[in-house]
């Protein structure tokens, strides 16, 4: 995780405490992303019975107060989606979300999500809570998950006041045989097969990279690893 994304992940847990809140509007707009129809519909028909709540049409999505992203898994698809509503001003991004591999919290906290809930416990109740603590500005995590990101960011200071451990942009050595064989001209395809890794995989650790050093793409990667000796 980059400096930036633990001064994220701090502001994040410093969310959940906060006492002061502002005044929320009559209904809050929601605009809701499930590229599954079922998951979309179970939504809509647990939040459309909420007075507090107001679903937007896909025209007026961007402006909506909170955005809601609910999927079975988090994949490069839907990492692209919470980016991109990352970077609207406009919204508070929520997920609901089946599972979450190892690594995914790190990974949709880097992408902008202050809340999330999983399908499981996603009843209405679960759901307007999410809701109006995204509208007033809050971070929602289950306990469990609670506690990894608190373990997670104190392994990362740790980590930091430790003179001998390893910088936070320092590749492992997949990362770095992956980049070096980008460097070489290979596309994912040609990579899975040199390093025996599926092409999925070699596309999130290439994200990875990309996420953790702040960087634009697999060519801005490259670089910055050839001007730091990282390969």
Known sequence: MSDTSTSDAAAWIDSTH???????????????????PVLRIGVVQQLRQRPEVDLVDEADADRALVSLV???SVDDDVAALLNRLRHNSATHTGLVVGTLAAGGLQRVIECGVAAVLRRAEADQDQLLRLVLALANGEGVLPGDLL??????????????????SLSLSTLTTREADMLRLVSEGLDTAEIARKTAYSERTVKN???EIITRLQLRNRAHAVGYALRNGLI
């Open 70 to 72: 609910v999927v079975d």
């Open 205 to 207: 650790v290439l994200h």
């Open 18 to 36: 906060r006492t002061s809140r502002p005044a929320l509007p009559n209904r809050v707009t929601v605009a809701l992303y499930a590229a599954d």
């Open 147 to 164: 506690g990894k990101l608190l373990s997670h960011v104190g392994s990362l200071q740790r980590s930091a006041l430790d003179h001998g």
